[in-house]
């Protein structure tokens, strides 16, 4: 794993941080409203998001005396592609059993199958009954 996965999976092993990330999902907020929605301490919340900038999870914009903070995309992308990455192995795994499945054996290959009649031979219907008198 790279330095920055590292630094974001770190950062989201906490229940806390994890929580500032679901209210952040709404939009940019205050470490106020952060505080408030967090029932945690501002000094605990800034300390949190202080990790979250460092793992780039959270970017931050001053707007006069305040300061917003929002999810940064460029941790989360990281985060994401690592995660896909067992997906996309699960994916195509799954898409060699299917093919294999689905490969058109003949059924006289198949364990437990009859042999399949002979394309050339003539079908049962059409043989004449050994019985029958033929004069």
């Known amino acids: ?22 209210l952040l999902k709404g939009g940019e907020r205050s470490v106020r409203e952060l505080t408030d929605e967090a029932d945690v301490t501002q000094s605990a919340v800034s300390q949190h998001l202080k990790v979250l900038r460092e793992a780039e ?33 699960a994916l195509d795994a799954f898409v060699r059993h299917a093919d294999a499945a689905a490969d058109p054996v003949e059924p006289a290959r198949r364990v437990g199958t009859p042999p399949a009649a002979d394309a050339a031979a003539p079908d049962i219907a059409d043989a004449a009954d050994p019985r029958e008198d033929r004069s």
């Not at 920055?4 to 994890?18: G, I, K, Q, V």
């Not at 001053?62 to 989360?76: M, S």
């Not at 592609?81 to 996309?88: E, I, Q, T």
């Open 1 to 22: 794993m790279t330095n920055s996965l590292d630094l974001a999976l770190s950062a989201l092993h906490d229940p806390t941080r994890r929580r500032v990330l679901e």
């Open 57 to 89: 999870l959270v970017a931050v914009r001053p707007e006069g005396t305040r300061r917003l903070y929002r999810i940064d995309t460029r941790g989360l992308t990281g985060v994401r592609a690592w995660v896909d990455s067992f997906w996309d192995d």
